[in-house]
């Protein structure tokens, strides 16, 4: 915080922006989100109980809540869908890893299998897959875990993930879809995403992949025979594909639609990424169409549970029982238009801390609104990339880590440890801890002076990065650092 602004402040400045959006006040934010003096609209039941504690950066103490979980009306089937939703891409491995860091490891099946027991035995019911999802593995580990429970006993979502122009055509997409419902051993999807619209080339890479070949007519038709319960699509990028579908929303009846929405891009998302669009505006227009929004990046990709020190002093300070990641869960949760919030958990730990996130879920005050908001300036001012560790920018044809080097010097911005100067008062300690951190988190031939601006991965990546550029930037300042040039 700068010493001219306090917290509130701040939070003032943020309420006072050029958004015409930004003048509504905390209460009618609150109101606008459907939330009052009391929270209506929210079944609670399912949560068995457990002797498993919590770990991490929960206090180990903290036994898992019994028969919470708050539940979200779909209001098509009125069916009750948990408010916790079980991401299915970071499966873990043998070796202990995720599957979308290791995805040339096995999957560990028997562990998957455990995980998804104790979400279903502590409320979980909706699971989120896609064929793309752990190098393809995804939705067979999954469909194995989830057909030893009964059918009407979880809900299954899937994406028709036809990225590649090999997989554009009618024949492969459908091929595609039929082979999600063989391993997920299911003749329905319960939920069926049109998956990363918008990104790429926008409109005309939507055309193709969904119009032009007839796809999106298939998928409707096979609403109608009940094939596919909901469909909806997920949105990166570019806004005029958002924008055309949901004013399409009369002849395609969109039946959700997922978007990326924390505390930091519901005001912030352009200032992280020009190419990004504020999740206030992604979700008041589904509010206008009533339209459920299943979140995705309520973490933003792990930075907020991995936030700079003196912002986990602050985060602790208010909650000091609660961790700095149930913050960002309990604002995606809030919103009352929210059907579910997306976690991909790889070990039971984060499961056990985002189930007392939500069972119950205690929805935010309007103060701690601002309180949270205030934070998310302050998190602004750090000149992080904005990499989510996707991945869909690997492999590398070098064999570049390039998540890893993102992620690392994310991680010494946050951590204070990507020094200015040589004058810095804590150079020496920053240099080293930014140097041997770096040997220790990518191999040296996976490290980014082995860039030569191919450029192809850029074209995949959801966050529009310049990725050679950014390389190339790191690795710059790696050999000045070396050669104490800084």
């Given at each position: ?37 009391s929270v209506t609209g929210l079944a609670l039941a399912g949560c068995n109980s457990s002797d498993n504690k919590v770990t991490g950066d929960r206090t180990s103490s903290a036994a898992l809540p019994k028969g919470k979980m708050t539940y979200r009306t779909n209001p098509k089937t009125g069916e009750k869908v948990s408010l916790l939703g079980y991401g299915c891409m970071r499966w873990p491995t043998v070796s202990g890893d ?389």
């Open positions: 915080m700068s010493k001219a602004m306090n917290a509130t402040e701040m939070s003032n400045k943020i309420l006072n922006s050029d958004n015409m959006k930004d003048n509504m006040d905390r209460r009618s934010f609150l109101k606008r989100l459907g939330l009052g003096a995720s599957a979308r860091d290791n995805g040339d490891d096995a999957i560990d099946q028997e562990t998957v299998n455990d995980l998804v027991d104790t979400a279903i035995a502590h409320g979980v019911n909706y699971f989120d897959t896609s064929p793309a999802y752990c190098k393809g593995r995804s939705e067979h580990a999954t469909g194995i875990a989830l057909s030893r429970h009964p059918r009407d006993t979880y809900f299954i979502a899937t994406k028709l993930s036809n990225f590649a122009p090999a997989t554009w055509s009618r024949e492969a997409s459908i091929e595609m879809y039929r082979n999600s419902l063989k391993e997920l051993q299911t003749d329905y999807i319960d939920y069926m995403l049109l998956h990363g619209v918008g990104m790429g080339d926008g409109m005309d890479e939507f055309n193709k992949r969904y119009i032009d070949n007839g796809v999106l007519d298939f998928l409707l038709k096979e609403r109608e025979a009940g094939r596919i319960r909901n469909l909806g699509f997920s949105y990166h990028g570019d806004i005029k594909v958002f924008d055309y579908l949901l004013s399409k929303h009369d002849e395609y009846k969109w039946d959700f639609v997922q978007i990326q929405l924390n505390y930091i891009d519901w005001k912030h998302a352009k200032e992280i990424n020009p190419r990004n669009t504020n999740a206030e505006y992604l979700y008041t227009e589904l509010e206008k169409r009533a339209i459920p929004a299943i979140i995705m990046e309520p973490l933003l990709g792990g930075r907020l549970a991995n936030v700079p020190d003196h912002i986990m002093a602050r985060l602790r300070q208010k909650e000091p029982e609660r961790s700095v990641a149930s913050w960002a869960f309990r604002y995606a949760g809030t919103p009352a238009g929210v059907l579910t919030v997306l976690s991909g958990m790889t070990y039971k730990e984060h499961l056990i801390d985002n189930l007392n996130s939500f069972c119950p879920l205690k929805p935010l005050t309007d103060e701690e609104l601002d309180f949270l908001y205030s934070t998310a300036d302050l998190m602004v001012q750090y000149p992080t990339v904005p990499c989510n560790d996707c991945k869909y920018c690997m492999p590398c044809p070098y064999g570049i880590d390039i998540p890893a080097i993102l992620l690392h010097y994310n991680k010494c911005i946050n951590e204070g440890n990507v020094p200015e100067s040589s004058q810095s008062e804590n150079y020496r300690k920053a240099r080293r801890a930014f140097l041997v951190g770096y040997d220790r988190s990518v191999p040296k031939l996976r490290q980014a002076s082995h860039c030569i601006g191919c450029n192809q991965c850029a074209p995949h990546c959801p966050q529009a990065i310049d990725i050679p550029a950014e390389l190339h930037r790191i690795d710059r300042f790696v050999e000045d650092l070396k050669q104490e040039k800084i």
